[in-house]
């Protein structure tokens, strides 16, 4: 596709349940970038990527959540265990490098809802 | 992390220009610019960067101070579509100093247009 499409855009799941969110970066780019939004909130960093590693992990709120990428290409981010703090707009990002001078696309969002 | 300041918000009727200000004394040489705005119920969107010189796209105009310690986000004719809310990020370095270009977010300028 031409953007960064990011899948479910929905997900409403119980509370202790565990979750997985997909991202499909835009083809050829190197950096991956996974960010929250809570209701009314700012944009919050969790992992980034560069490649399949992650040299940045420091966002992740606690070991409950986890992130991998496979190929250069596809990234899931997984929450286990969800609680109801985790409800929030998980965006995911992706930059052709790992460099301040590019631009970076975001997807529309999953929005996670824990009940 | 370099930090930027920018106003809570700020109105504009439509049709006129706009300049959004952004203050960062504390950027560093190396640092780039960059502005994201985001829709309602959207991902944020990339407008404009650049380090030194000032930068024109299809967008906007990028006015950078001659020290670097401030910049303008000019809009030169907003329109209803314009309104969102307005983020000025310097992209990162991490602690060994290679950049990876964390686009860190700060509450950002809430931008009213007035039809």
């Known amino acids: 596709g031409a953007g960064v499409s990011q899948s479910p855009s929905n997900k409403v799941t119980e509370k202790g349940k565990d979750v997985e969110l997909r991202c499909d970066p835009i083809?050829?780019?190197?950096?991956l970038y996974w960010y929250r939004q809570s209701l009314g909130q700012g944009l919050e960093f969790l992992i980034y990527?560069?490649?399949?590693?992650?040299?940045?992990k420091s966002g992740l709120p606690s070991d409950r959540f986890s992130a991998e990428r496979t190929g250069g290409s596809v990234s899931t981010l997984t929450i286990q265990r969800t609680q109801q703090e985790d409800s929030a707009v998980y965006l995911c990002a992706s930059s052709l490098a790992v460099s301040r001078n590019t631009e970076a696309f975001f997807g529309q969002g999953t929005r996670l809802t824990v009940v | 992390d370099a930090k930027t300041t920018q106003p809570n918000s700020m109105e504009s009727n439509e049709e006129e220009p706009v300049h959004l200000p952004c203050n960062h004394s504390t950027i560093s040489g190396t640092d780039y610019i960059h502005w994201y705005r985001q829709l309602p119920s959207q991902g944020p969107e990339y407008v404009i960067h650049?380090?030194?010189s000032n930068v024109n796209n299809r967008m906007a105009s990028l006015a950078i101070a001659e020290d670097r310690k401030s910049s303008t986000l000019i809009l030169h004719r907003a329109t209803l579509r314009d309104a969102a809310v307005y983020y000025c990020?310097?992209?990162?370095?991490?602690?060994?100093?290679?950049?990876?270009?964390?686009?860190?977010f700060g509450q950002g300028t809430i931008l009213t247009v007035h039809p």
């Open positions: 990527f560069q490649g399949n590693s992650a040299p940045d």
């Open positions: 650049g380090l030194t």
């Open positions: 990020i310097l992209r990162d370095v991490d602690a060994g100093g290679t950049s990876y270009g964390k686009l860190t």
């Open positions: 083809s050829g780019h190197t950096a």
